[in-house]
């Protein structure tokens, strides 16, 4: 195993690795970070781990005038079902009920009941 750096050929080490290597440079660039730190001056993983941790992060769009991109989305997932609900077809009348079977009620007598007569006794 070599013990240089793949991408810049230098002594590979933790704080190389991901504070002074150009390509990790490259990366933190990328990062949606408020401010930028010179990463030179880490003479070790954990003092400059302290510090980049306490980055604030930025969305990942970016700063803009909008002052919140949740209120965005929710504005507009809002608007669109009200549209949605809009383009729905409107019934005039009013549903129909539902249709619910009566079982007739069997009446019983204390008497038997005759039905030649149909008279009870």
């Not at 009200?82 to 019983?108: A, F, G, N, V, Y």
Request: hydrophobic share 35%; with cysteine; proline share 12%.
């Amino acid at each position: 195993v070599s013990p240089l750096c793949k991408r810049c050929i230098a002594v590979a080490s933790i704080t190389h690795l991901l504070f002074h290597c150009p390509y990790a440079k490259k990366v933190r660039e990328l990062a949606p970070l408020k401010s930028t730190v010179r990463t030179t001056e880490f003479t070790s993983f954990r003092s400059g781990w302290e510090v980049i941790r306490k980055l604030p992060s930025l969305p990942p769009m970016g700063l803009s005038a909008e002052t919140s991109h949740q209120k965005k989305t929710i504005l507009k997932a809002i608007s669109e079902a009200r549209d949605w609900m809009l383009t729905q077809p409107h019934s005039s009348s009013p549903p129909p009920k539902p249709l619910i079977r009566i079982e007739p009620i069997p009446r019983r007598s204390g008497s038997l009941y005759r039905s030649s007569r149909t008279l009870p006794g």
